[in-house]
């Protein structure tokens, strides 16, 4: 008989005779909680347990005879009997692929991800390999699902960074403006002029009460507690924003809405506001001086699902070269833009929410940005 490193040898002369020494590797088979085979050096299956035969759904016993190919893709098989000669001209205990990825074949034709472990038996003066096989589709879709959310997170702090860097400028601008109003109130309460001074203060707290929504927004992309639902009155909230977004003067654009007959929501009624907010002052920031009227329009579809809102300006549009950077934190787009972050905010809120946010625009024609949000939204 001849021997070879690290085998497994059941026919020494003070070991059970042959018959007694297929009954010994029978009972190992059955009572193995691991799916497991011994194949010869001809490639053909000598011994399957119970385990193995389900896990390629074949009748138990059905793959003895059978050559252990019929278990590997059709695309290998050719290369898969090479690889076994090459195993069985130097065998040794260990795992089989070298890190590559490896498939078996159900009787169906299902492809399942494994990992092989390989060791060489001497069995009735025969040469054949122990063959186990562990299926590794669970622990592959958890490892995909973490490098997932690994991406994802790796994303988000990306853009909390970029965020952390571009606060101190982004936010200066409405600061310097509420300094300025205040300035200028005081000078006016100097020369007693009390009508133009409230007018300052009254703008200036207008900002300062904007840009506490607009921090308060910010700090809930990283809040990961629940939306706090509510039920909300769509129309009644877009007016609400619009007042705060497009005092009444003669340069603000003129506001059309087409609402729904059922315009209310479930859903975060601070959040939607801010939404509201940005997307109308952005319709309003962008406005064409050119043309004769000056409009803004907000309708409303819903279904048993979902709402849909959108804002359409006719404004100066976004030049086709700008319009992947829309979303992007903090980057002003051009000659007029806010602290940059808004529709930032829009998304990442729209998104929390379980909804999506879309735009199209077209330079010298306008913007239209459509939100949509669940009816009854995420908890």
Same mark, same amino acid.
């Given at each position: 008989?001849?021997?070879?490193?690290?085998?497994?040898? &059941?026919?020494?002369?003070?070991?059970?005779?042959?018959?007694?020494?297929?009954?010994?590797?029978?009972?190992?088979?059955?009572?193995?909680?691991?799916?497991?085979?011994?194949?010869?050096?001809?490639? #053909?299956?000598?011994?399957?347990?119970?385990?193995?035969?389900?896990?390629?759904?074949?009748?138990?016993?059905?793959?003895?005879?059978?050559?252990?190919?019929?278990?590997?893709?059709?695309?290998?098989?050719?290369?898969?009997?090479?690889?076994?000669?090459?195993?069985?001209?130097?065998?040794?205990?260990?795992?089989?692929?070298?890190?590559?990825?490896?498939?078996?074949?159900?009787?169906?034709?299902?492809?399942?991800?494994?990992?092989?472990?390989?060791?060489?038996?001497?069995?009735?003066?025969?040469?054949?390999?122990?063959?186990?096989?562990?299926?590794v589709s669970v622990r592959r879709a958890i490892e995909t699902e973490l490098a997932?959310?690994?991406?994802?997170?790796?994303?988000?702090?990306?853009?909390?960074?970029?965020?952390?860097?571009?606060?101190?400028?982004?936010?200066?601008?409405?600061?310097?403006?509420?300094? =300025?109003?205040? =300035?200028?109130?005081?000078?006016?309460?100097?020369?007693?002029?009390?009508?133009?001074?409230?007018?300052?203060?009254?703008?200036?707290?207008?900002?300062?009460?904007?840009?506490?929504?607009?921090?308060?927004?910010?700090?809930? &992309?990283?809040?990961?507690?629940?939306?706090?639902?509510? #039920?909300?009155? &769509?129309?009644?909230?877009?007016?609400?924003?619009?007042?705060?977004?497009?005092?009444?003067?003669?340069?603000?654009?003129?506001?059309?809405?087409?609402?729904?007959?059922?315009?209310?929501?479930?859903?975060?009624?601070?959040?939607?506001?801010?939404?509201?907010?940005?997307?109308?002052?952005?319709?309003?920031?962008?406005?064409?001086?050119?043309?004769?009227?000056?409009? #803004?329009?907000?309708?409303?579809?819903?279904?048993?699902?979902?709402?849909?809102?959108?804002?359409?300006?006719?404004?100066?549009?976004?030049?086709?070269?700008?319009?992947?950077? #829309?979303?992007?934190?903090?980057?002003?787009?051009?000659?007029?833009?806010?602290?940059?972050?808004?529709?930032?905010?829009?998304?990442?809120?729209?998104?929390?929410?379980?909804?999506?946010?879309?735009?199209?625009?077209?330079?010298?024609?306008?913007?239209?940005?459509?939100?949509?949000?669940?009816?009854? =939204?995420?908890?």
């Amino acid at each position: 008989m001849m021997g070879h490193p690290g085998a497994i040898s &059941l026919a020494d002369a003070d070991k059970p005779k042959p018959d007694a020494e297929a009954s010994a590797i029978e009972v190992m088979f059955a009572i193995c909680p691991v799916p497991m085979l011994l194949v010869g050096e001809d490639g #053909v299956i000598r011994l399957t347990n119970a385990e193995l035969d389900n896990l390629f759904k074949y009748p138990e016993g059905a793959l003895v005879g059978q050559a252990v190919e019929t278990l590997v893709p059709s695309r290998i098989g050719a290369r898969h009997a090479t690889w076994r000669e090459a195993y069985f001209k130097a065998p040794a205990r260990r795992s089989m692929g070298g890190g590559l990825d490896l498939f078996g074949m159900t009787r169906d034709g299902t492809k399942l991800p494994l990992e092989l472990g390989l060791a060489p038996v001497e069995l009735n003066g025969t040469r054949a390999a122990l063959v186990t096989a562990v299926d590794v589709s669970v622990r592959r879709a958890i490892e995909t699902e973490l490098a997932l959310r690994a991406k994802e997170l790796e994303t988000s702090n990306a853009d909390l960074r970029h965020v952390a860097r571009s606060a101190s400028h982004g936010l200066k601008a409405p600061l310097t403006s509420i300094c =300025g109003l205040l =300035g200028l109130a005081l000078e006016d309460m100097a020369t007693g002029d009390f009508e133009e001074a409230r007018n300052m203060v009254s703008d200036a707290l207008r900002l300062g009460r904007r840009g506490a929504r607009l921090i308060e927004s910010v700090n809930g &992309l990283v809040d990961s507690s629940p939306a706090v639902l509510e #039920v909300v009155e &769509l129309e009644r909230s877009i007016r609400a924003a619009w007042s705060r977004v497009a005092p009444a003067t003669e340069e603000r654009p003129k506001l059309a809405l087409d609402i729904a007959n059922d315009s209310r929501l479930i859903t975060d009624g601070g959040t939607l506001t801010m939404m509201l907010e940005q997307l109308l002052s952005n319709a309003c920031r962008f406005q064409d001086r050119s043309k004769s009227e000056q409009r #803004v329009s907000v309708t409303s579809r819903s279904d048993c699902a979902s709402v849909t809102i959108t804002v359409e300006d006719n404004g100066v549009g976004i030049p086709p070269d700008m319009q992947h950077r #829309v979303f992007f934190a903090f980057d002003r787009l051009q000659e007029g833009s806010g602290d940059g972050f808004g529709l930032t905010l829009v998304r990442r809120a729209a998104e929390r929410l379980g909804g999506t946010i879309k735009f199209s625009s077209h330079p010298g024609a306008g913007s239209t940005f459509v939100l949509t949000l669940p009816m009854e =939204g995420m908890a």
